[in-house]
């Protein structure tokens, strides 16, 4: 049995291991096609009151564009104090303590005065059953971010035109921790249709104990919310305790619009992009910032129909969505193990050899034995599994790309891009459960994937003399001009790919455009390091390998590939993403990199090499 034919086989039954592991998911994503537009009562009701429209009739017209839910919060004491609702304030002073109080009513002619006057003393913990004010011996500026009582027009509305809510209980006073949570019990009793929930406020209620709310959500059977990018204090706790039982949301603020600009374009292509690409099944679409001119309703209408034409050309379907995770059977499995294990212990062995270790019978024996305990490992300590995650992908990255630039051959840059293909399904096929996919836990491998395989590539180099000089030679030099600016120009790449990694903030308007125009092109856009950096650096590196050309300024495009197939795993291991979007990404990169990259070996050839005849020393 040939090396060729064993590796191959090797890599057939790791990519079938694989497989195995992802089908689950695979299943779930094909059947997961559910999304729900989600609007704010209140702020429908306003773009009502404008327009002349009852809030009903707005509503209405926005179910027929495509709204799914609603969303109505629990009104606080700013909401109060800002005649919204149905309560209000007095302040009252005690002269005997000196002390400042609230006196909270129901307003005399509300139709829902008896349930209210329930509900505040729920909320309170007063024990009398009166339909009287009740008195906080808190002044009302104490009260300003504590829910006082649900937004009940809001929930009334959405139970008469028969949509589903998304309810947002408000903080509770410290000394009252528990009120949230019981509060959302009776909230639920009266309003069936309360079918997903999330804290509103900087903090959670009751944080750090979160508890409560947790487990209020499972014995109501109400999921989660998980809003994306939130900084809410307590709310990566709360989504661990609740967690299988969560639903993504993506919402943007109208302080986040303001800002940073976001147009109202922009703001519809990012719900869609949360959709398409990380599997975001409830959208929140906002209204204008209040002090936006000219907004009507008619623009917001607008806005819910573009909305739901770009979902639906994607292929989802405007209707509720349930909580995937919480009835799938995505689990690890042994062979998804030994395929991680295999995948780290592969890649590790070629680079020691690449780096002079000898190959004999007996350690690759010993390396079978080794991946086989390893893999159970792997799969019975989640410490041993993180760990194996993180160095299982810098390292297929590094072999991929000192397999792309070998002899320089074209078809290495097929079996490099097979080889990594592998790999990433390896890795997405152990790590792909809810946990993972629902990002409560991060994949420990993102950073090291943008840091290591550069560095492994540059020892690599040294050390087998790939570059003209040796580790020693080269550090015992002056550097030269041309080395400082490639190195200062490096570093700084690598910078911003590090700073940039995972934070759409730091995006320039003018890629932002680029990326959009990539997306409605080729459905799913190629990442900017694969296709301006990856596989053009494979090309330009074969071109001046073959033309013996800047021998001293090649390493640059070496460690360029390493960044590109370091791009191709972390894309694997964003596990919330489709994965038939991940391969379709991975294959429009290949090949627009490999037209880009032609197009530089161009440049290079007809118009900076005739360029830089007249300096004669750089080209050596």
Known sequence: MTRKFFTALIFAIILACACYGLWPRVSLENSNKNVAILVDYREVLTLAKNSDLTVEEAIKNLIQDGVTGLMVSELTGDNIDH????????????PERSTEGTIISIIPNSPYKNILNEWLRIRFAISDDKTTPIFLAMPSNMLKNTGIIPDIEGLE????????????PAPSPGHLSDRASIMLREVVKKYDNISVFTPSGEYVSGYPDVSKLSKTAHELNIPVAVVEFSRQVGEPQLNALASPLLMPLHSVTNEEMTARKISRSALRDRLIRA???????????????????????????DEVKL????????????????????????????????????????????????MGMNENLKINLALIIINLIFAFLIYKVQSVSRLAG??????????????????????????????????????ASFF????????????????????????????????????PE??????????????????????????????????????????????????????????????????????????LVRNNLFAKYREIFRIGVALGFSSVINSFCHFHTPLSLILLREFNGLWTGLIVG???????????????????????
């Open 83 to 94: 005649g919204v609702g149905q309560a209000e304030f007095k302040t009252v002073r005690d």
């Open 275 to 301: 959709a398409v690409e990380r599997s975001v099944r409830l959208l929140l679409l906002r209204t204008a910032p209040p002090n936006t001119s000219n907004f009507l309703f008619k623009d917001f209408s």
């Open 470 to 543: 040796s580790l020693i030679e080269f550090l015992s030099r002056p550097p030269l001009w041309g080395e400082l600016a490639l190195v200062g120009v490096l570093l700084l790449a690598v910078g911003i790919i590090i700073f940039r990694s995972g934070n759409v903030a730091f995006i320039p308007g003018f890629e932002a455009k680029i990326r959009v125009a990539l997306e409605k092109i080729l459905i799913a856009r190629p990442r900017t390091r694969e296709v301006f950096i990856g596989y053009p650096s494979i090309l330009i590196l074969g071109f």
């Open 307 to 354: 909305l739901a034409e770009g979902l639906k050309s994607h292929g989802f379907n405007l209707s509720w969505p349930s909580p995937v995770f919480a009835n799938s059977n995505l689990r690890t499995n042994i062979f998804t193990a030994w395929a991680l294990s295999a995948i780290l212990i592969y890649s590790l062995w070629c680079y020691l050899v690449r």
């Open 157 to 168: 509305t959405a139970k008469k035109l028969g949509l589903k809510i998304f309810y947002r």
């Open 432 to 467: 792909s459960v809810s946990d993972y996919m629902l990002r409560l836990k991060t994949f420990s491998g993102v950073k090291f994937t943008l840091i290591i395989p550069p560095i492994l590539v540059l020892l690599h180099d040294l050390k087998n003399r790939i570059h």
């Open 390 to 427: 993180a160095f299982a992908a810098p390292l297929a990255a590094t072999e991929a790309s000192l397999m792309a630039m070998d002899k320089n051959k074209s078809k290495n840059i097929l079996l490099s891009f097979i080889f990594v293909i592998v790999c990433g399904l390896s890795l």
């Open 598 to 620: 032609f197009i530089f070996v161009g440049v290079i050839k007809f118009i900076l090499i005739p360029s830089l005849k007249l300096i004669r020393p750089l080209i050596s």
